[in-house]
């Protein structure tokens, strides 16, 4: 069937956004060194507003990105995190003081929160069914592509610009931002937040047309209607009617965090380091990890709508348990050096073609129009508040324990996602969003009884 080039442009300016996640995640650890230097830091200062503070507004801008999705459009809220970007790069480039540059870093940190939500929502309302996990997978590739961008233009700009290094590394994300702006400017508003928020029928249909021509357009937009009632409270969103979505959500979300990805991505040289690995072979072994990160997230993009969300579930459990298991076999064994870098790549491997595919375009599926910014939020600020956990604790963790018992640890956790998978976590390839919600148990009819609302009325009134 014939996608419109609207569609897919729209699309690829969305994800975009991933790219500037991941640039401005990775960025800072090329510069991070000489601010310290510079300004005379102390580790504590250094850890807490120097690298830590966009972590910290990446959990504020997950677990609040729901709000202006919600009341000002997917649109609006798109382009203002583009601006946050924008602002971040300029401000921490050219900040003339530790103060304001953590003030930067935490605005360039709210943008990465909110588009983990804004983006998914965006991506899940405007693909058709049997596209919509490969595209939503579109952000989750930006995100791998922008963190080795990062670390090429790190490596690149430190070459050449002397001790003013770190602030060129920088200020050149306003490149991308500023052309992630003028992209998002030509993309449309979602047909559902049409439907939902602003009761525009004759404009939600006219976009559907142009997004997926050939559809059966009535009927989706009949479908639409019939999932939205009335504005759904916070309140009632957590008041149990969407605990399963809720549960999945937050399952997938947590396991996300548990399998140890931001441990090895983070910390790498350091658990490279204690395999043995000589201090001047560290970073280039660190570049493997890259590679395989971006060619099986590749991979998993290809596969997420054939395979579908579960089996591919299934094969990243299965490839993580292996995988930790055998580095944490090296490390109690001794067989440590390249062993150690050959199981840590599976392992990125298993990420990337399982939960690193999966996760964004399964928690924006799961739940109802209604609710769906609330749900992003949820799974998103969960995976942001593990990830924002795991990092503090890393150096305490790394301190305590031996590379053996932590590896072992995080291949336990996997046996439980195995677990997760197999008894509790449904299908969703192929189905709309709509049909997803009678699927996961949240009826039209359980929804009116929930909020009291007639259902011949509402459509009736919803229709006019």
């Given at each position: 069937m014939d996608r419109s080039r609207l569609m897919y442009f729209s699309t690829f300016a969305a994800a975009l956004a991933g790219f500037l996640f991941g640039f401005d995640t990775i960025v800072i650890s090329g510069a991070e060194q000489s601010i310290q230097e510079l300004w005379n830091l102390s580790d504590l200062f250094h850890g807490t507003f120097i690298t830590s503070m966009a972590l910290w507004g990446t959990v504020i801008g997950a677990l609040f990105g729901g709000v202006p999705c919600d009341r000002f459009g997917r649109r609006r809220t798109l382009f203002w995190i583009g601006i946050f970007y924008l602002l971040s790069a300029l401000g921490s480039a050219l900040a003339p003081n530790p103060y304001l540059f953590s003030a930067s870093r935490l605005i360039g940190g709210l943008g990465v929160g909110a588009s983990s939500v804004a983006v998914p929502v965006y991506i899940a309302e405007i693909t058709p069914a049997s596209d919509r996990g490969k595209l939503g997978a579109l952000y989750q590739f930006n995100i791998v592509f922008g963190i080795l961008v990062a670390y090429i233009s790190n490596y690149l700009i430190g070459l050449y610009f002397g001790e003013a290094?770190?602030?060129?590394?920088l200020g050149v994300e306003t490149i991308p931002a500023a052309i992630f702006c003028t992209f998002v400017l030509g993309v449309p508003e979602s047909p559902r937040w049409l439907v939902l928020r602003r009761q525009k029928n004759s404009e939600a249909r006219e976009l559907l047309q142009k997004l997926n021509p050939g559809e059966q357009v009535e009927e989706i937009l009949t479908a639409i209607k019939k999932s939205v009632r009335e504005e759904i409270p916070l309140s009632k969103f957590l008041s149990g009617s969407f605990r399963f979505p809720i549960l999945l959500a937050f399952l997938v979300a947590f396991f996300n965090q548990m399998s140890g990805v931001n441990f090895v991505l983070y910390y790498a040289p350091r658990i490279f380091e204690r395999a043995g690995i000589e201090a001047e072979a560290v970073?280039?072994?660190?570049?493997?990890?890259?590679?395989?990160?971006?060619?099986?997230?590749?991979?998993?993009?290809?596969?997420?709508?054939n395979f579908g969300r579960k089996k591919l579930l299934y094969v990243g459990s299965f490839g993580y348990i292996a995988s930790l298991s055998g580095v944490s076999w090296a490390f109690f064994s001794g067989a440590q050096g390249a062993i150690v870098v050959i199981f840590v790549c599976a392992f990125i491997a298993a990420h990337a073609v399982g939960q690193g595919a999966v996760i964004w375009v399964f928690i924006s599926e799961i739940f109802p129009n209604a609710v769906r910014d609330y749900g992003m939020s949820l799974g998103s600020g969960t995976h942001w508040v593990m990830a924002a956990t795991i990092t503090l604790l890393t150096p305490t963790i790394l301190a305590t324990f031996t590379g053996g018992q932590i590896f072992a640890f995080f291949a336990g956790m996997m046996v439980l996602q195995l677990l997760f998978v197999w008894l509790v976590m449904p299908e969703t390839k192929g189905l709309t969003l709509e049909e997803m919600e009678v699927k996961l148990g949240i009826s039209t009819a359980e929804l009116e009884k929930e909020i009291g609302v007639d259902v011949e009325e509402t459509t009736s009134q919803t229709a006019a």
């Open positions: 290094a770190w602030r060129w590394m970073l280039g072994a660190s570049v493997p990890i890259g590679v395989v990160n971006l060619l099986f997230t590749l991979l998993g993009m290809y596969l997420i709508d």
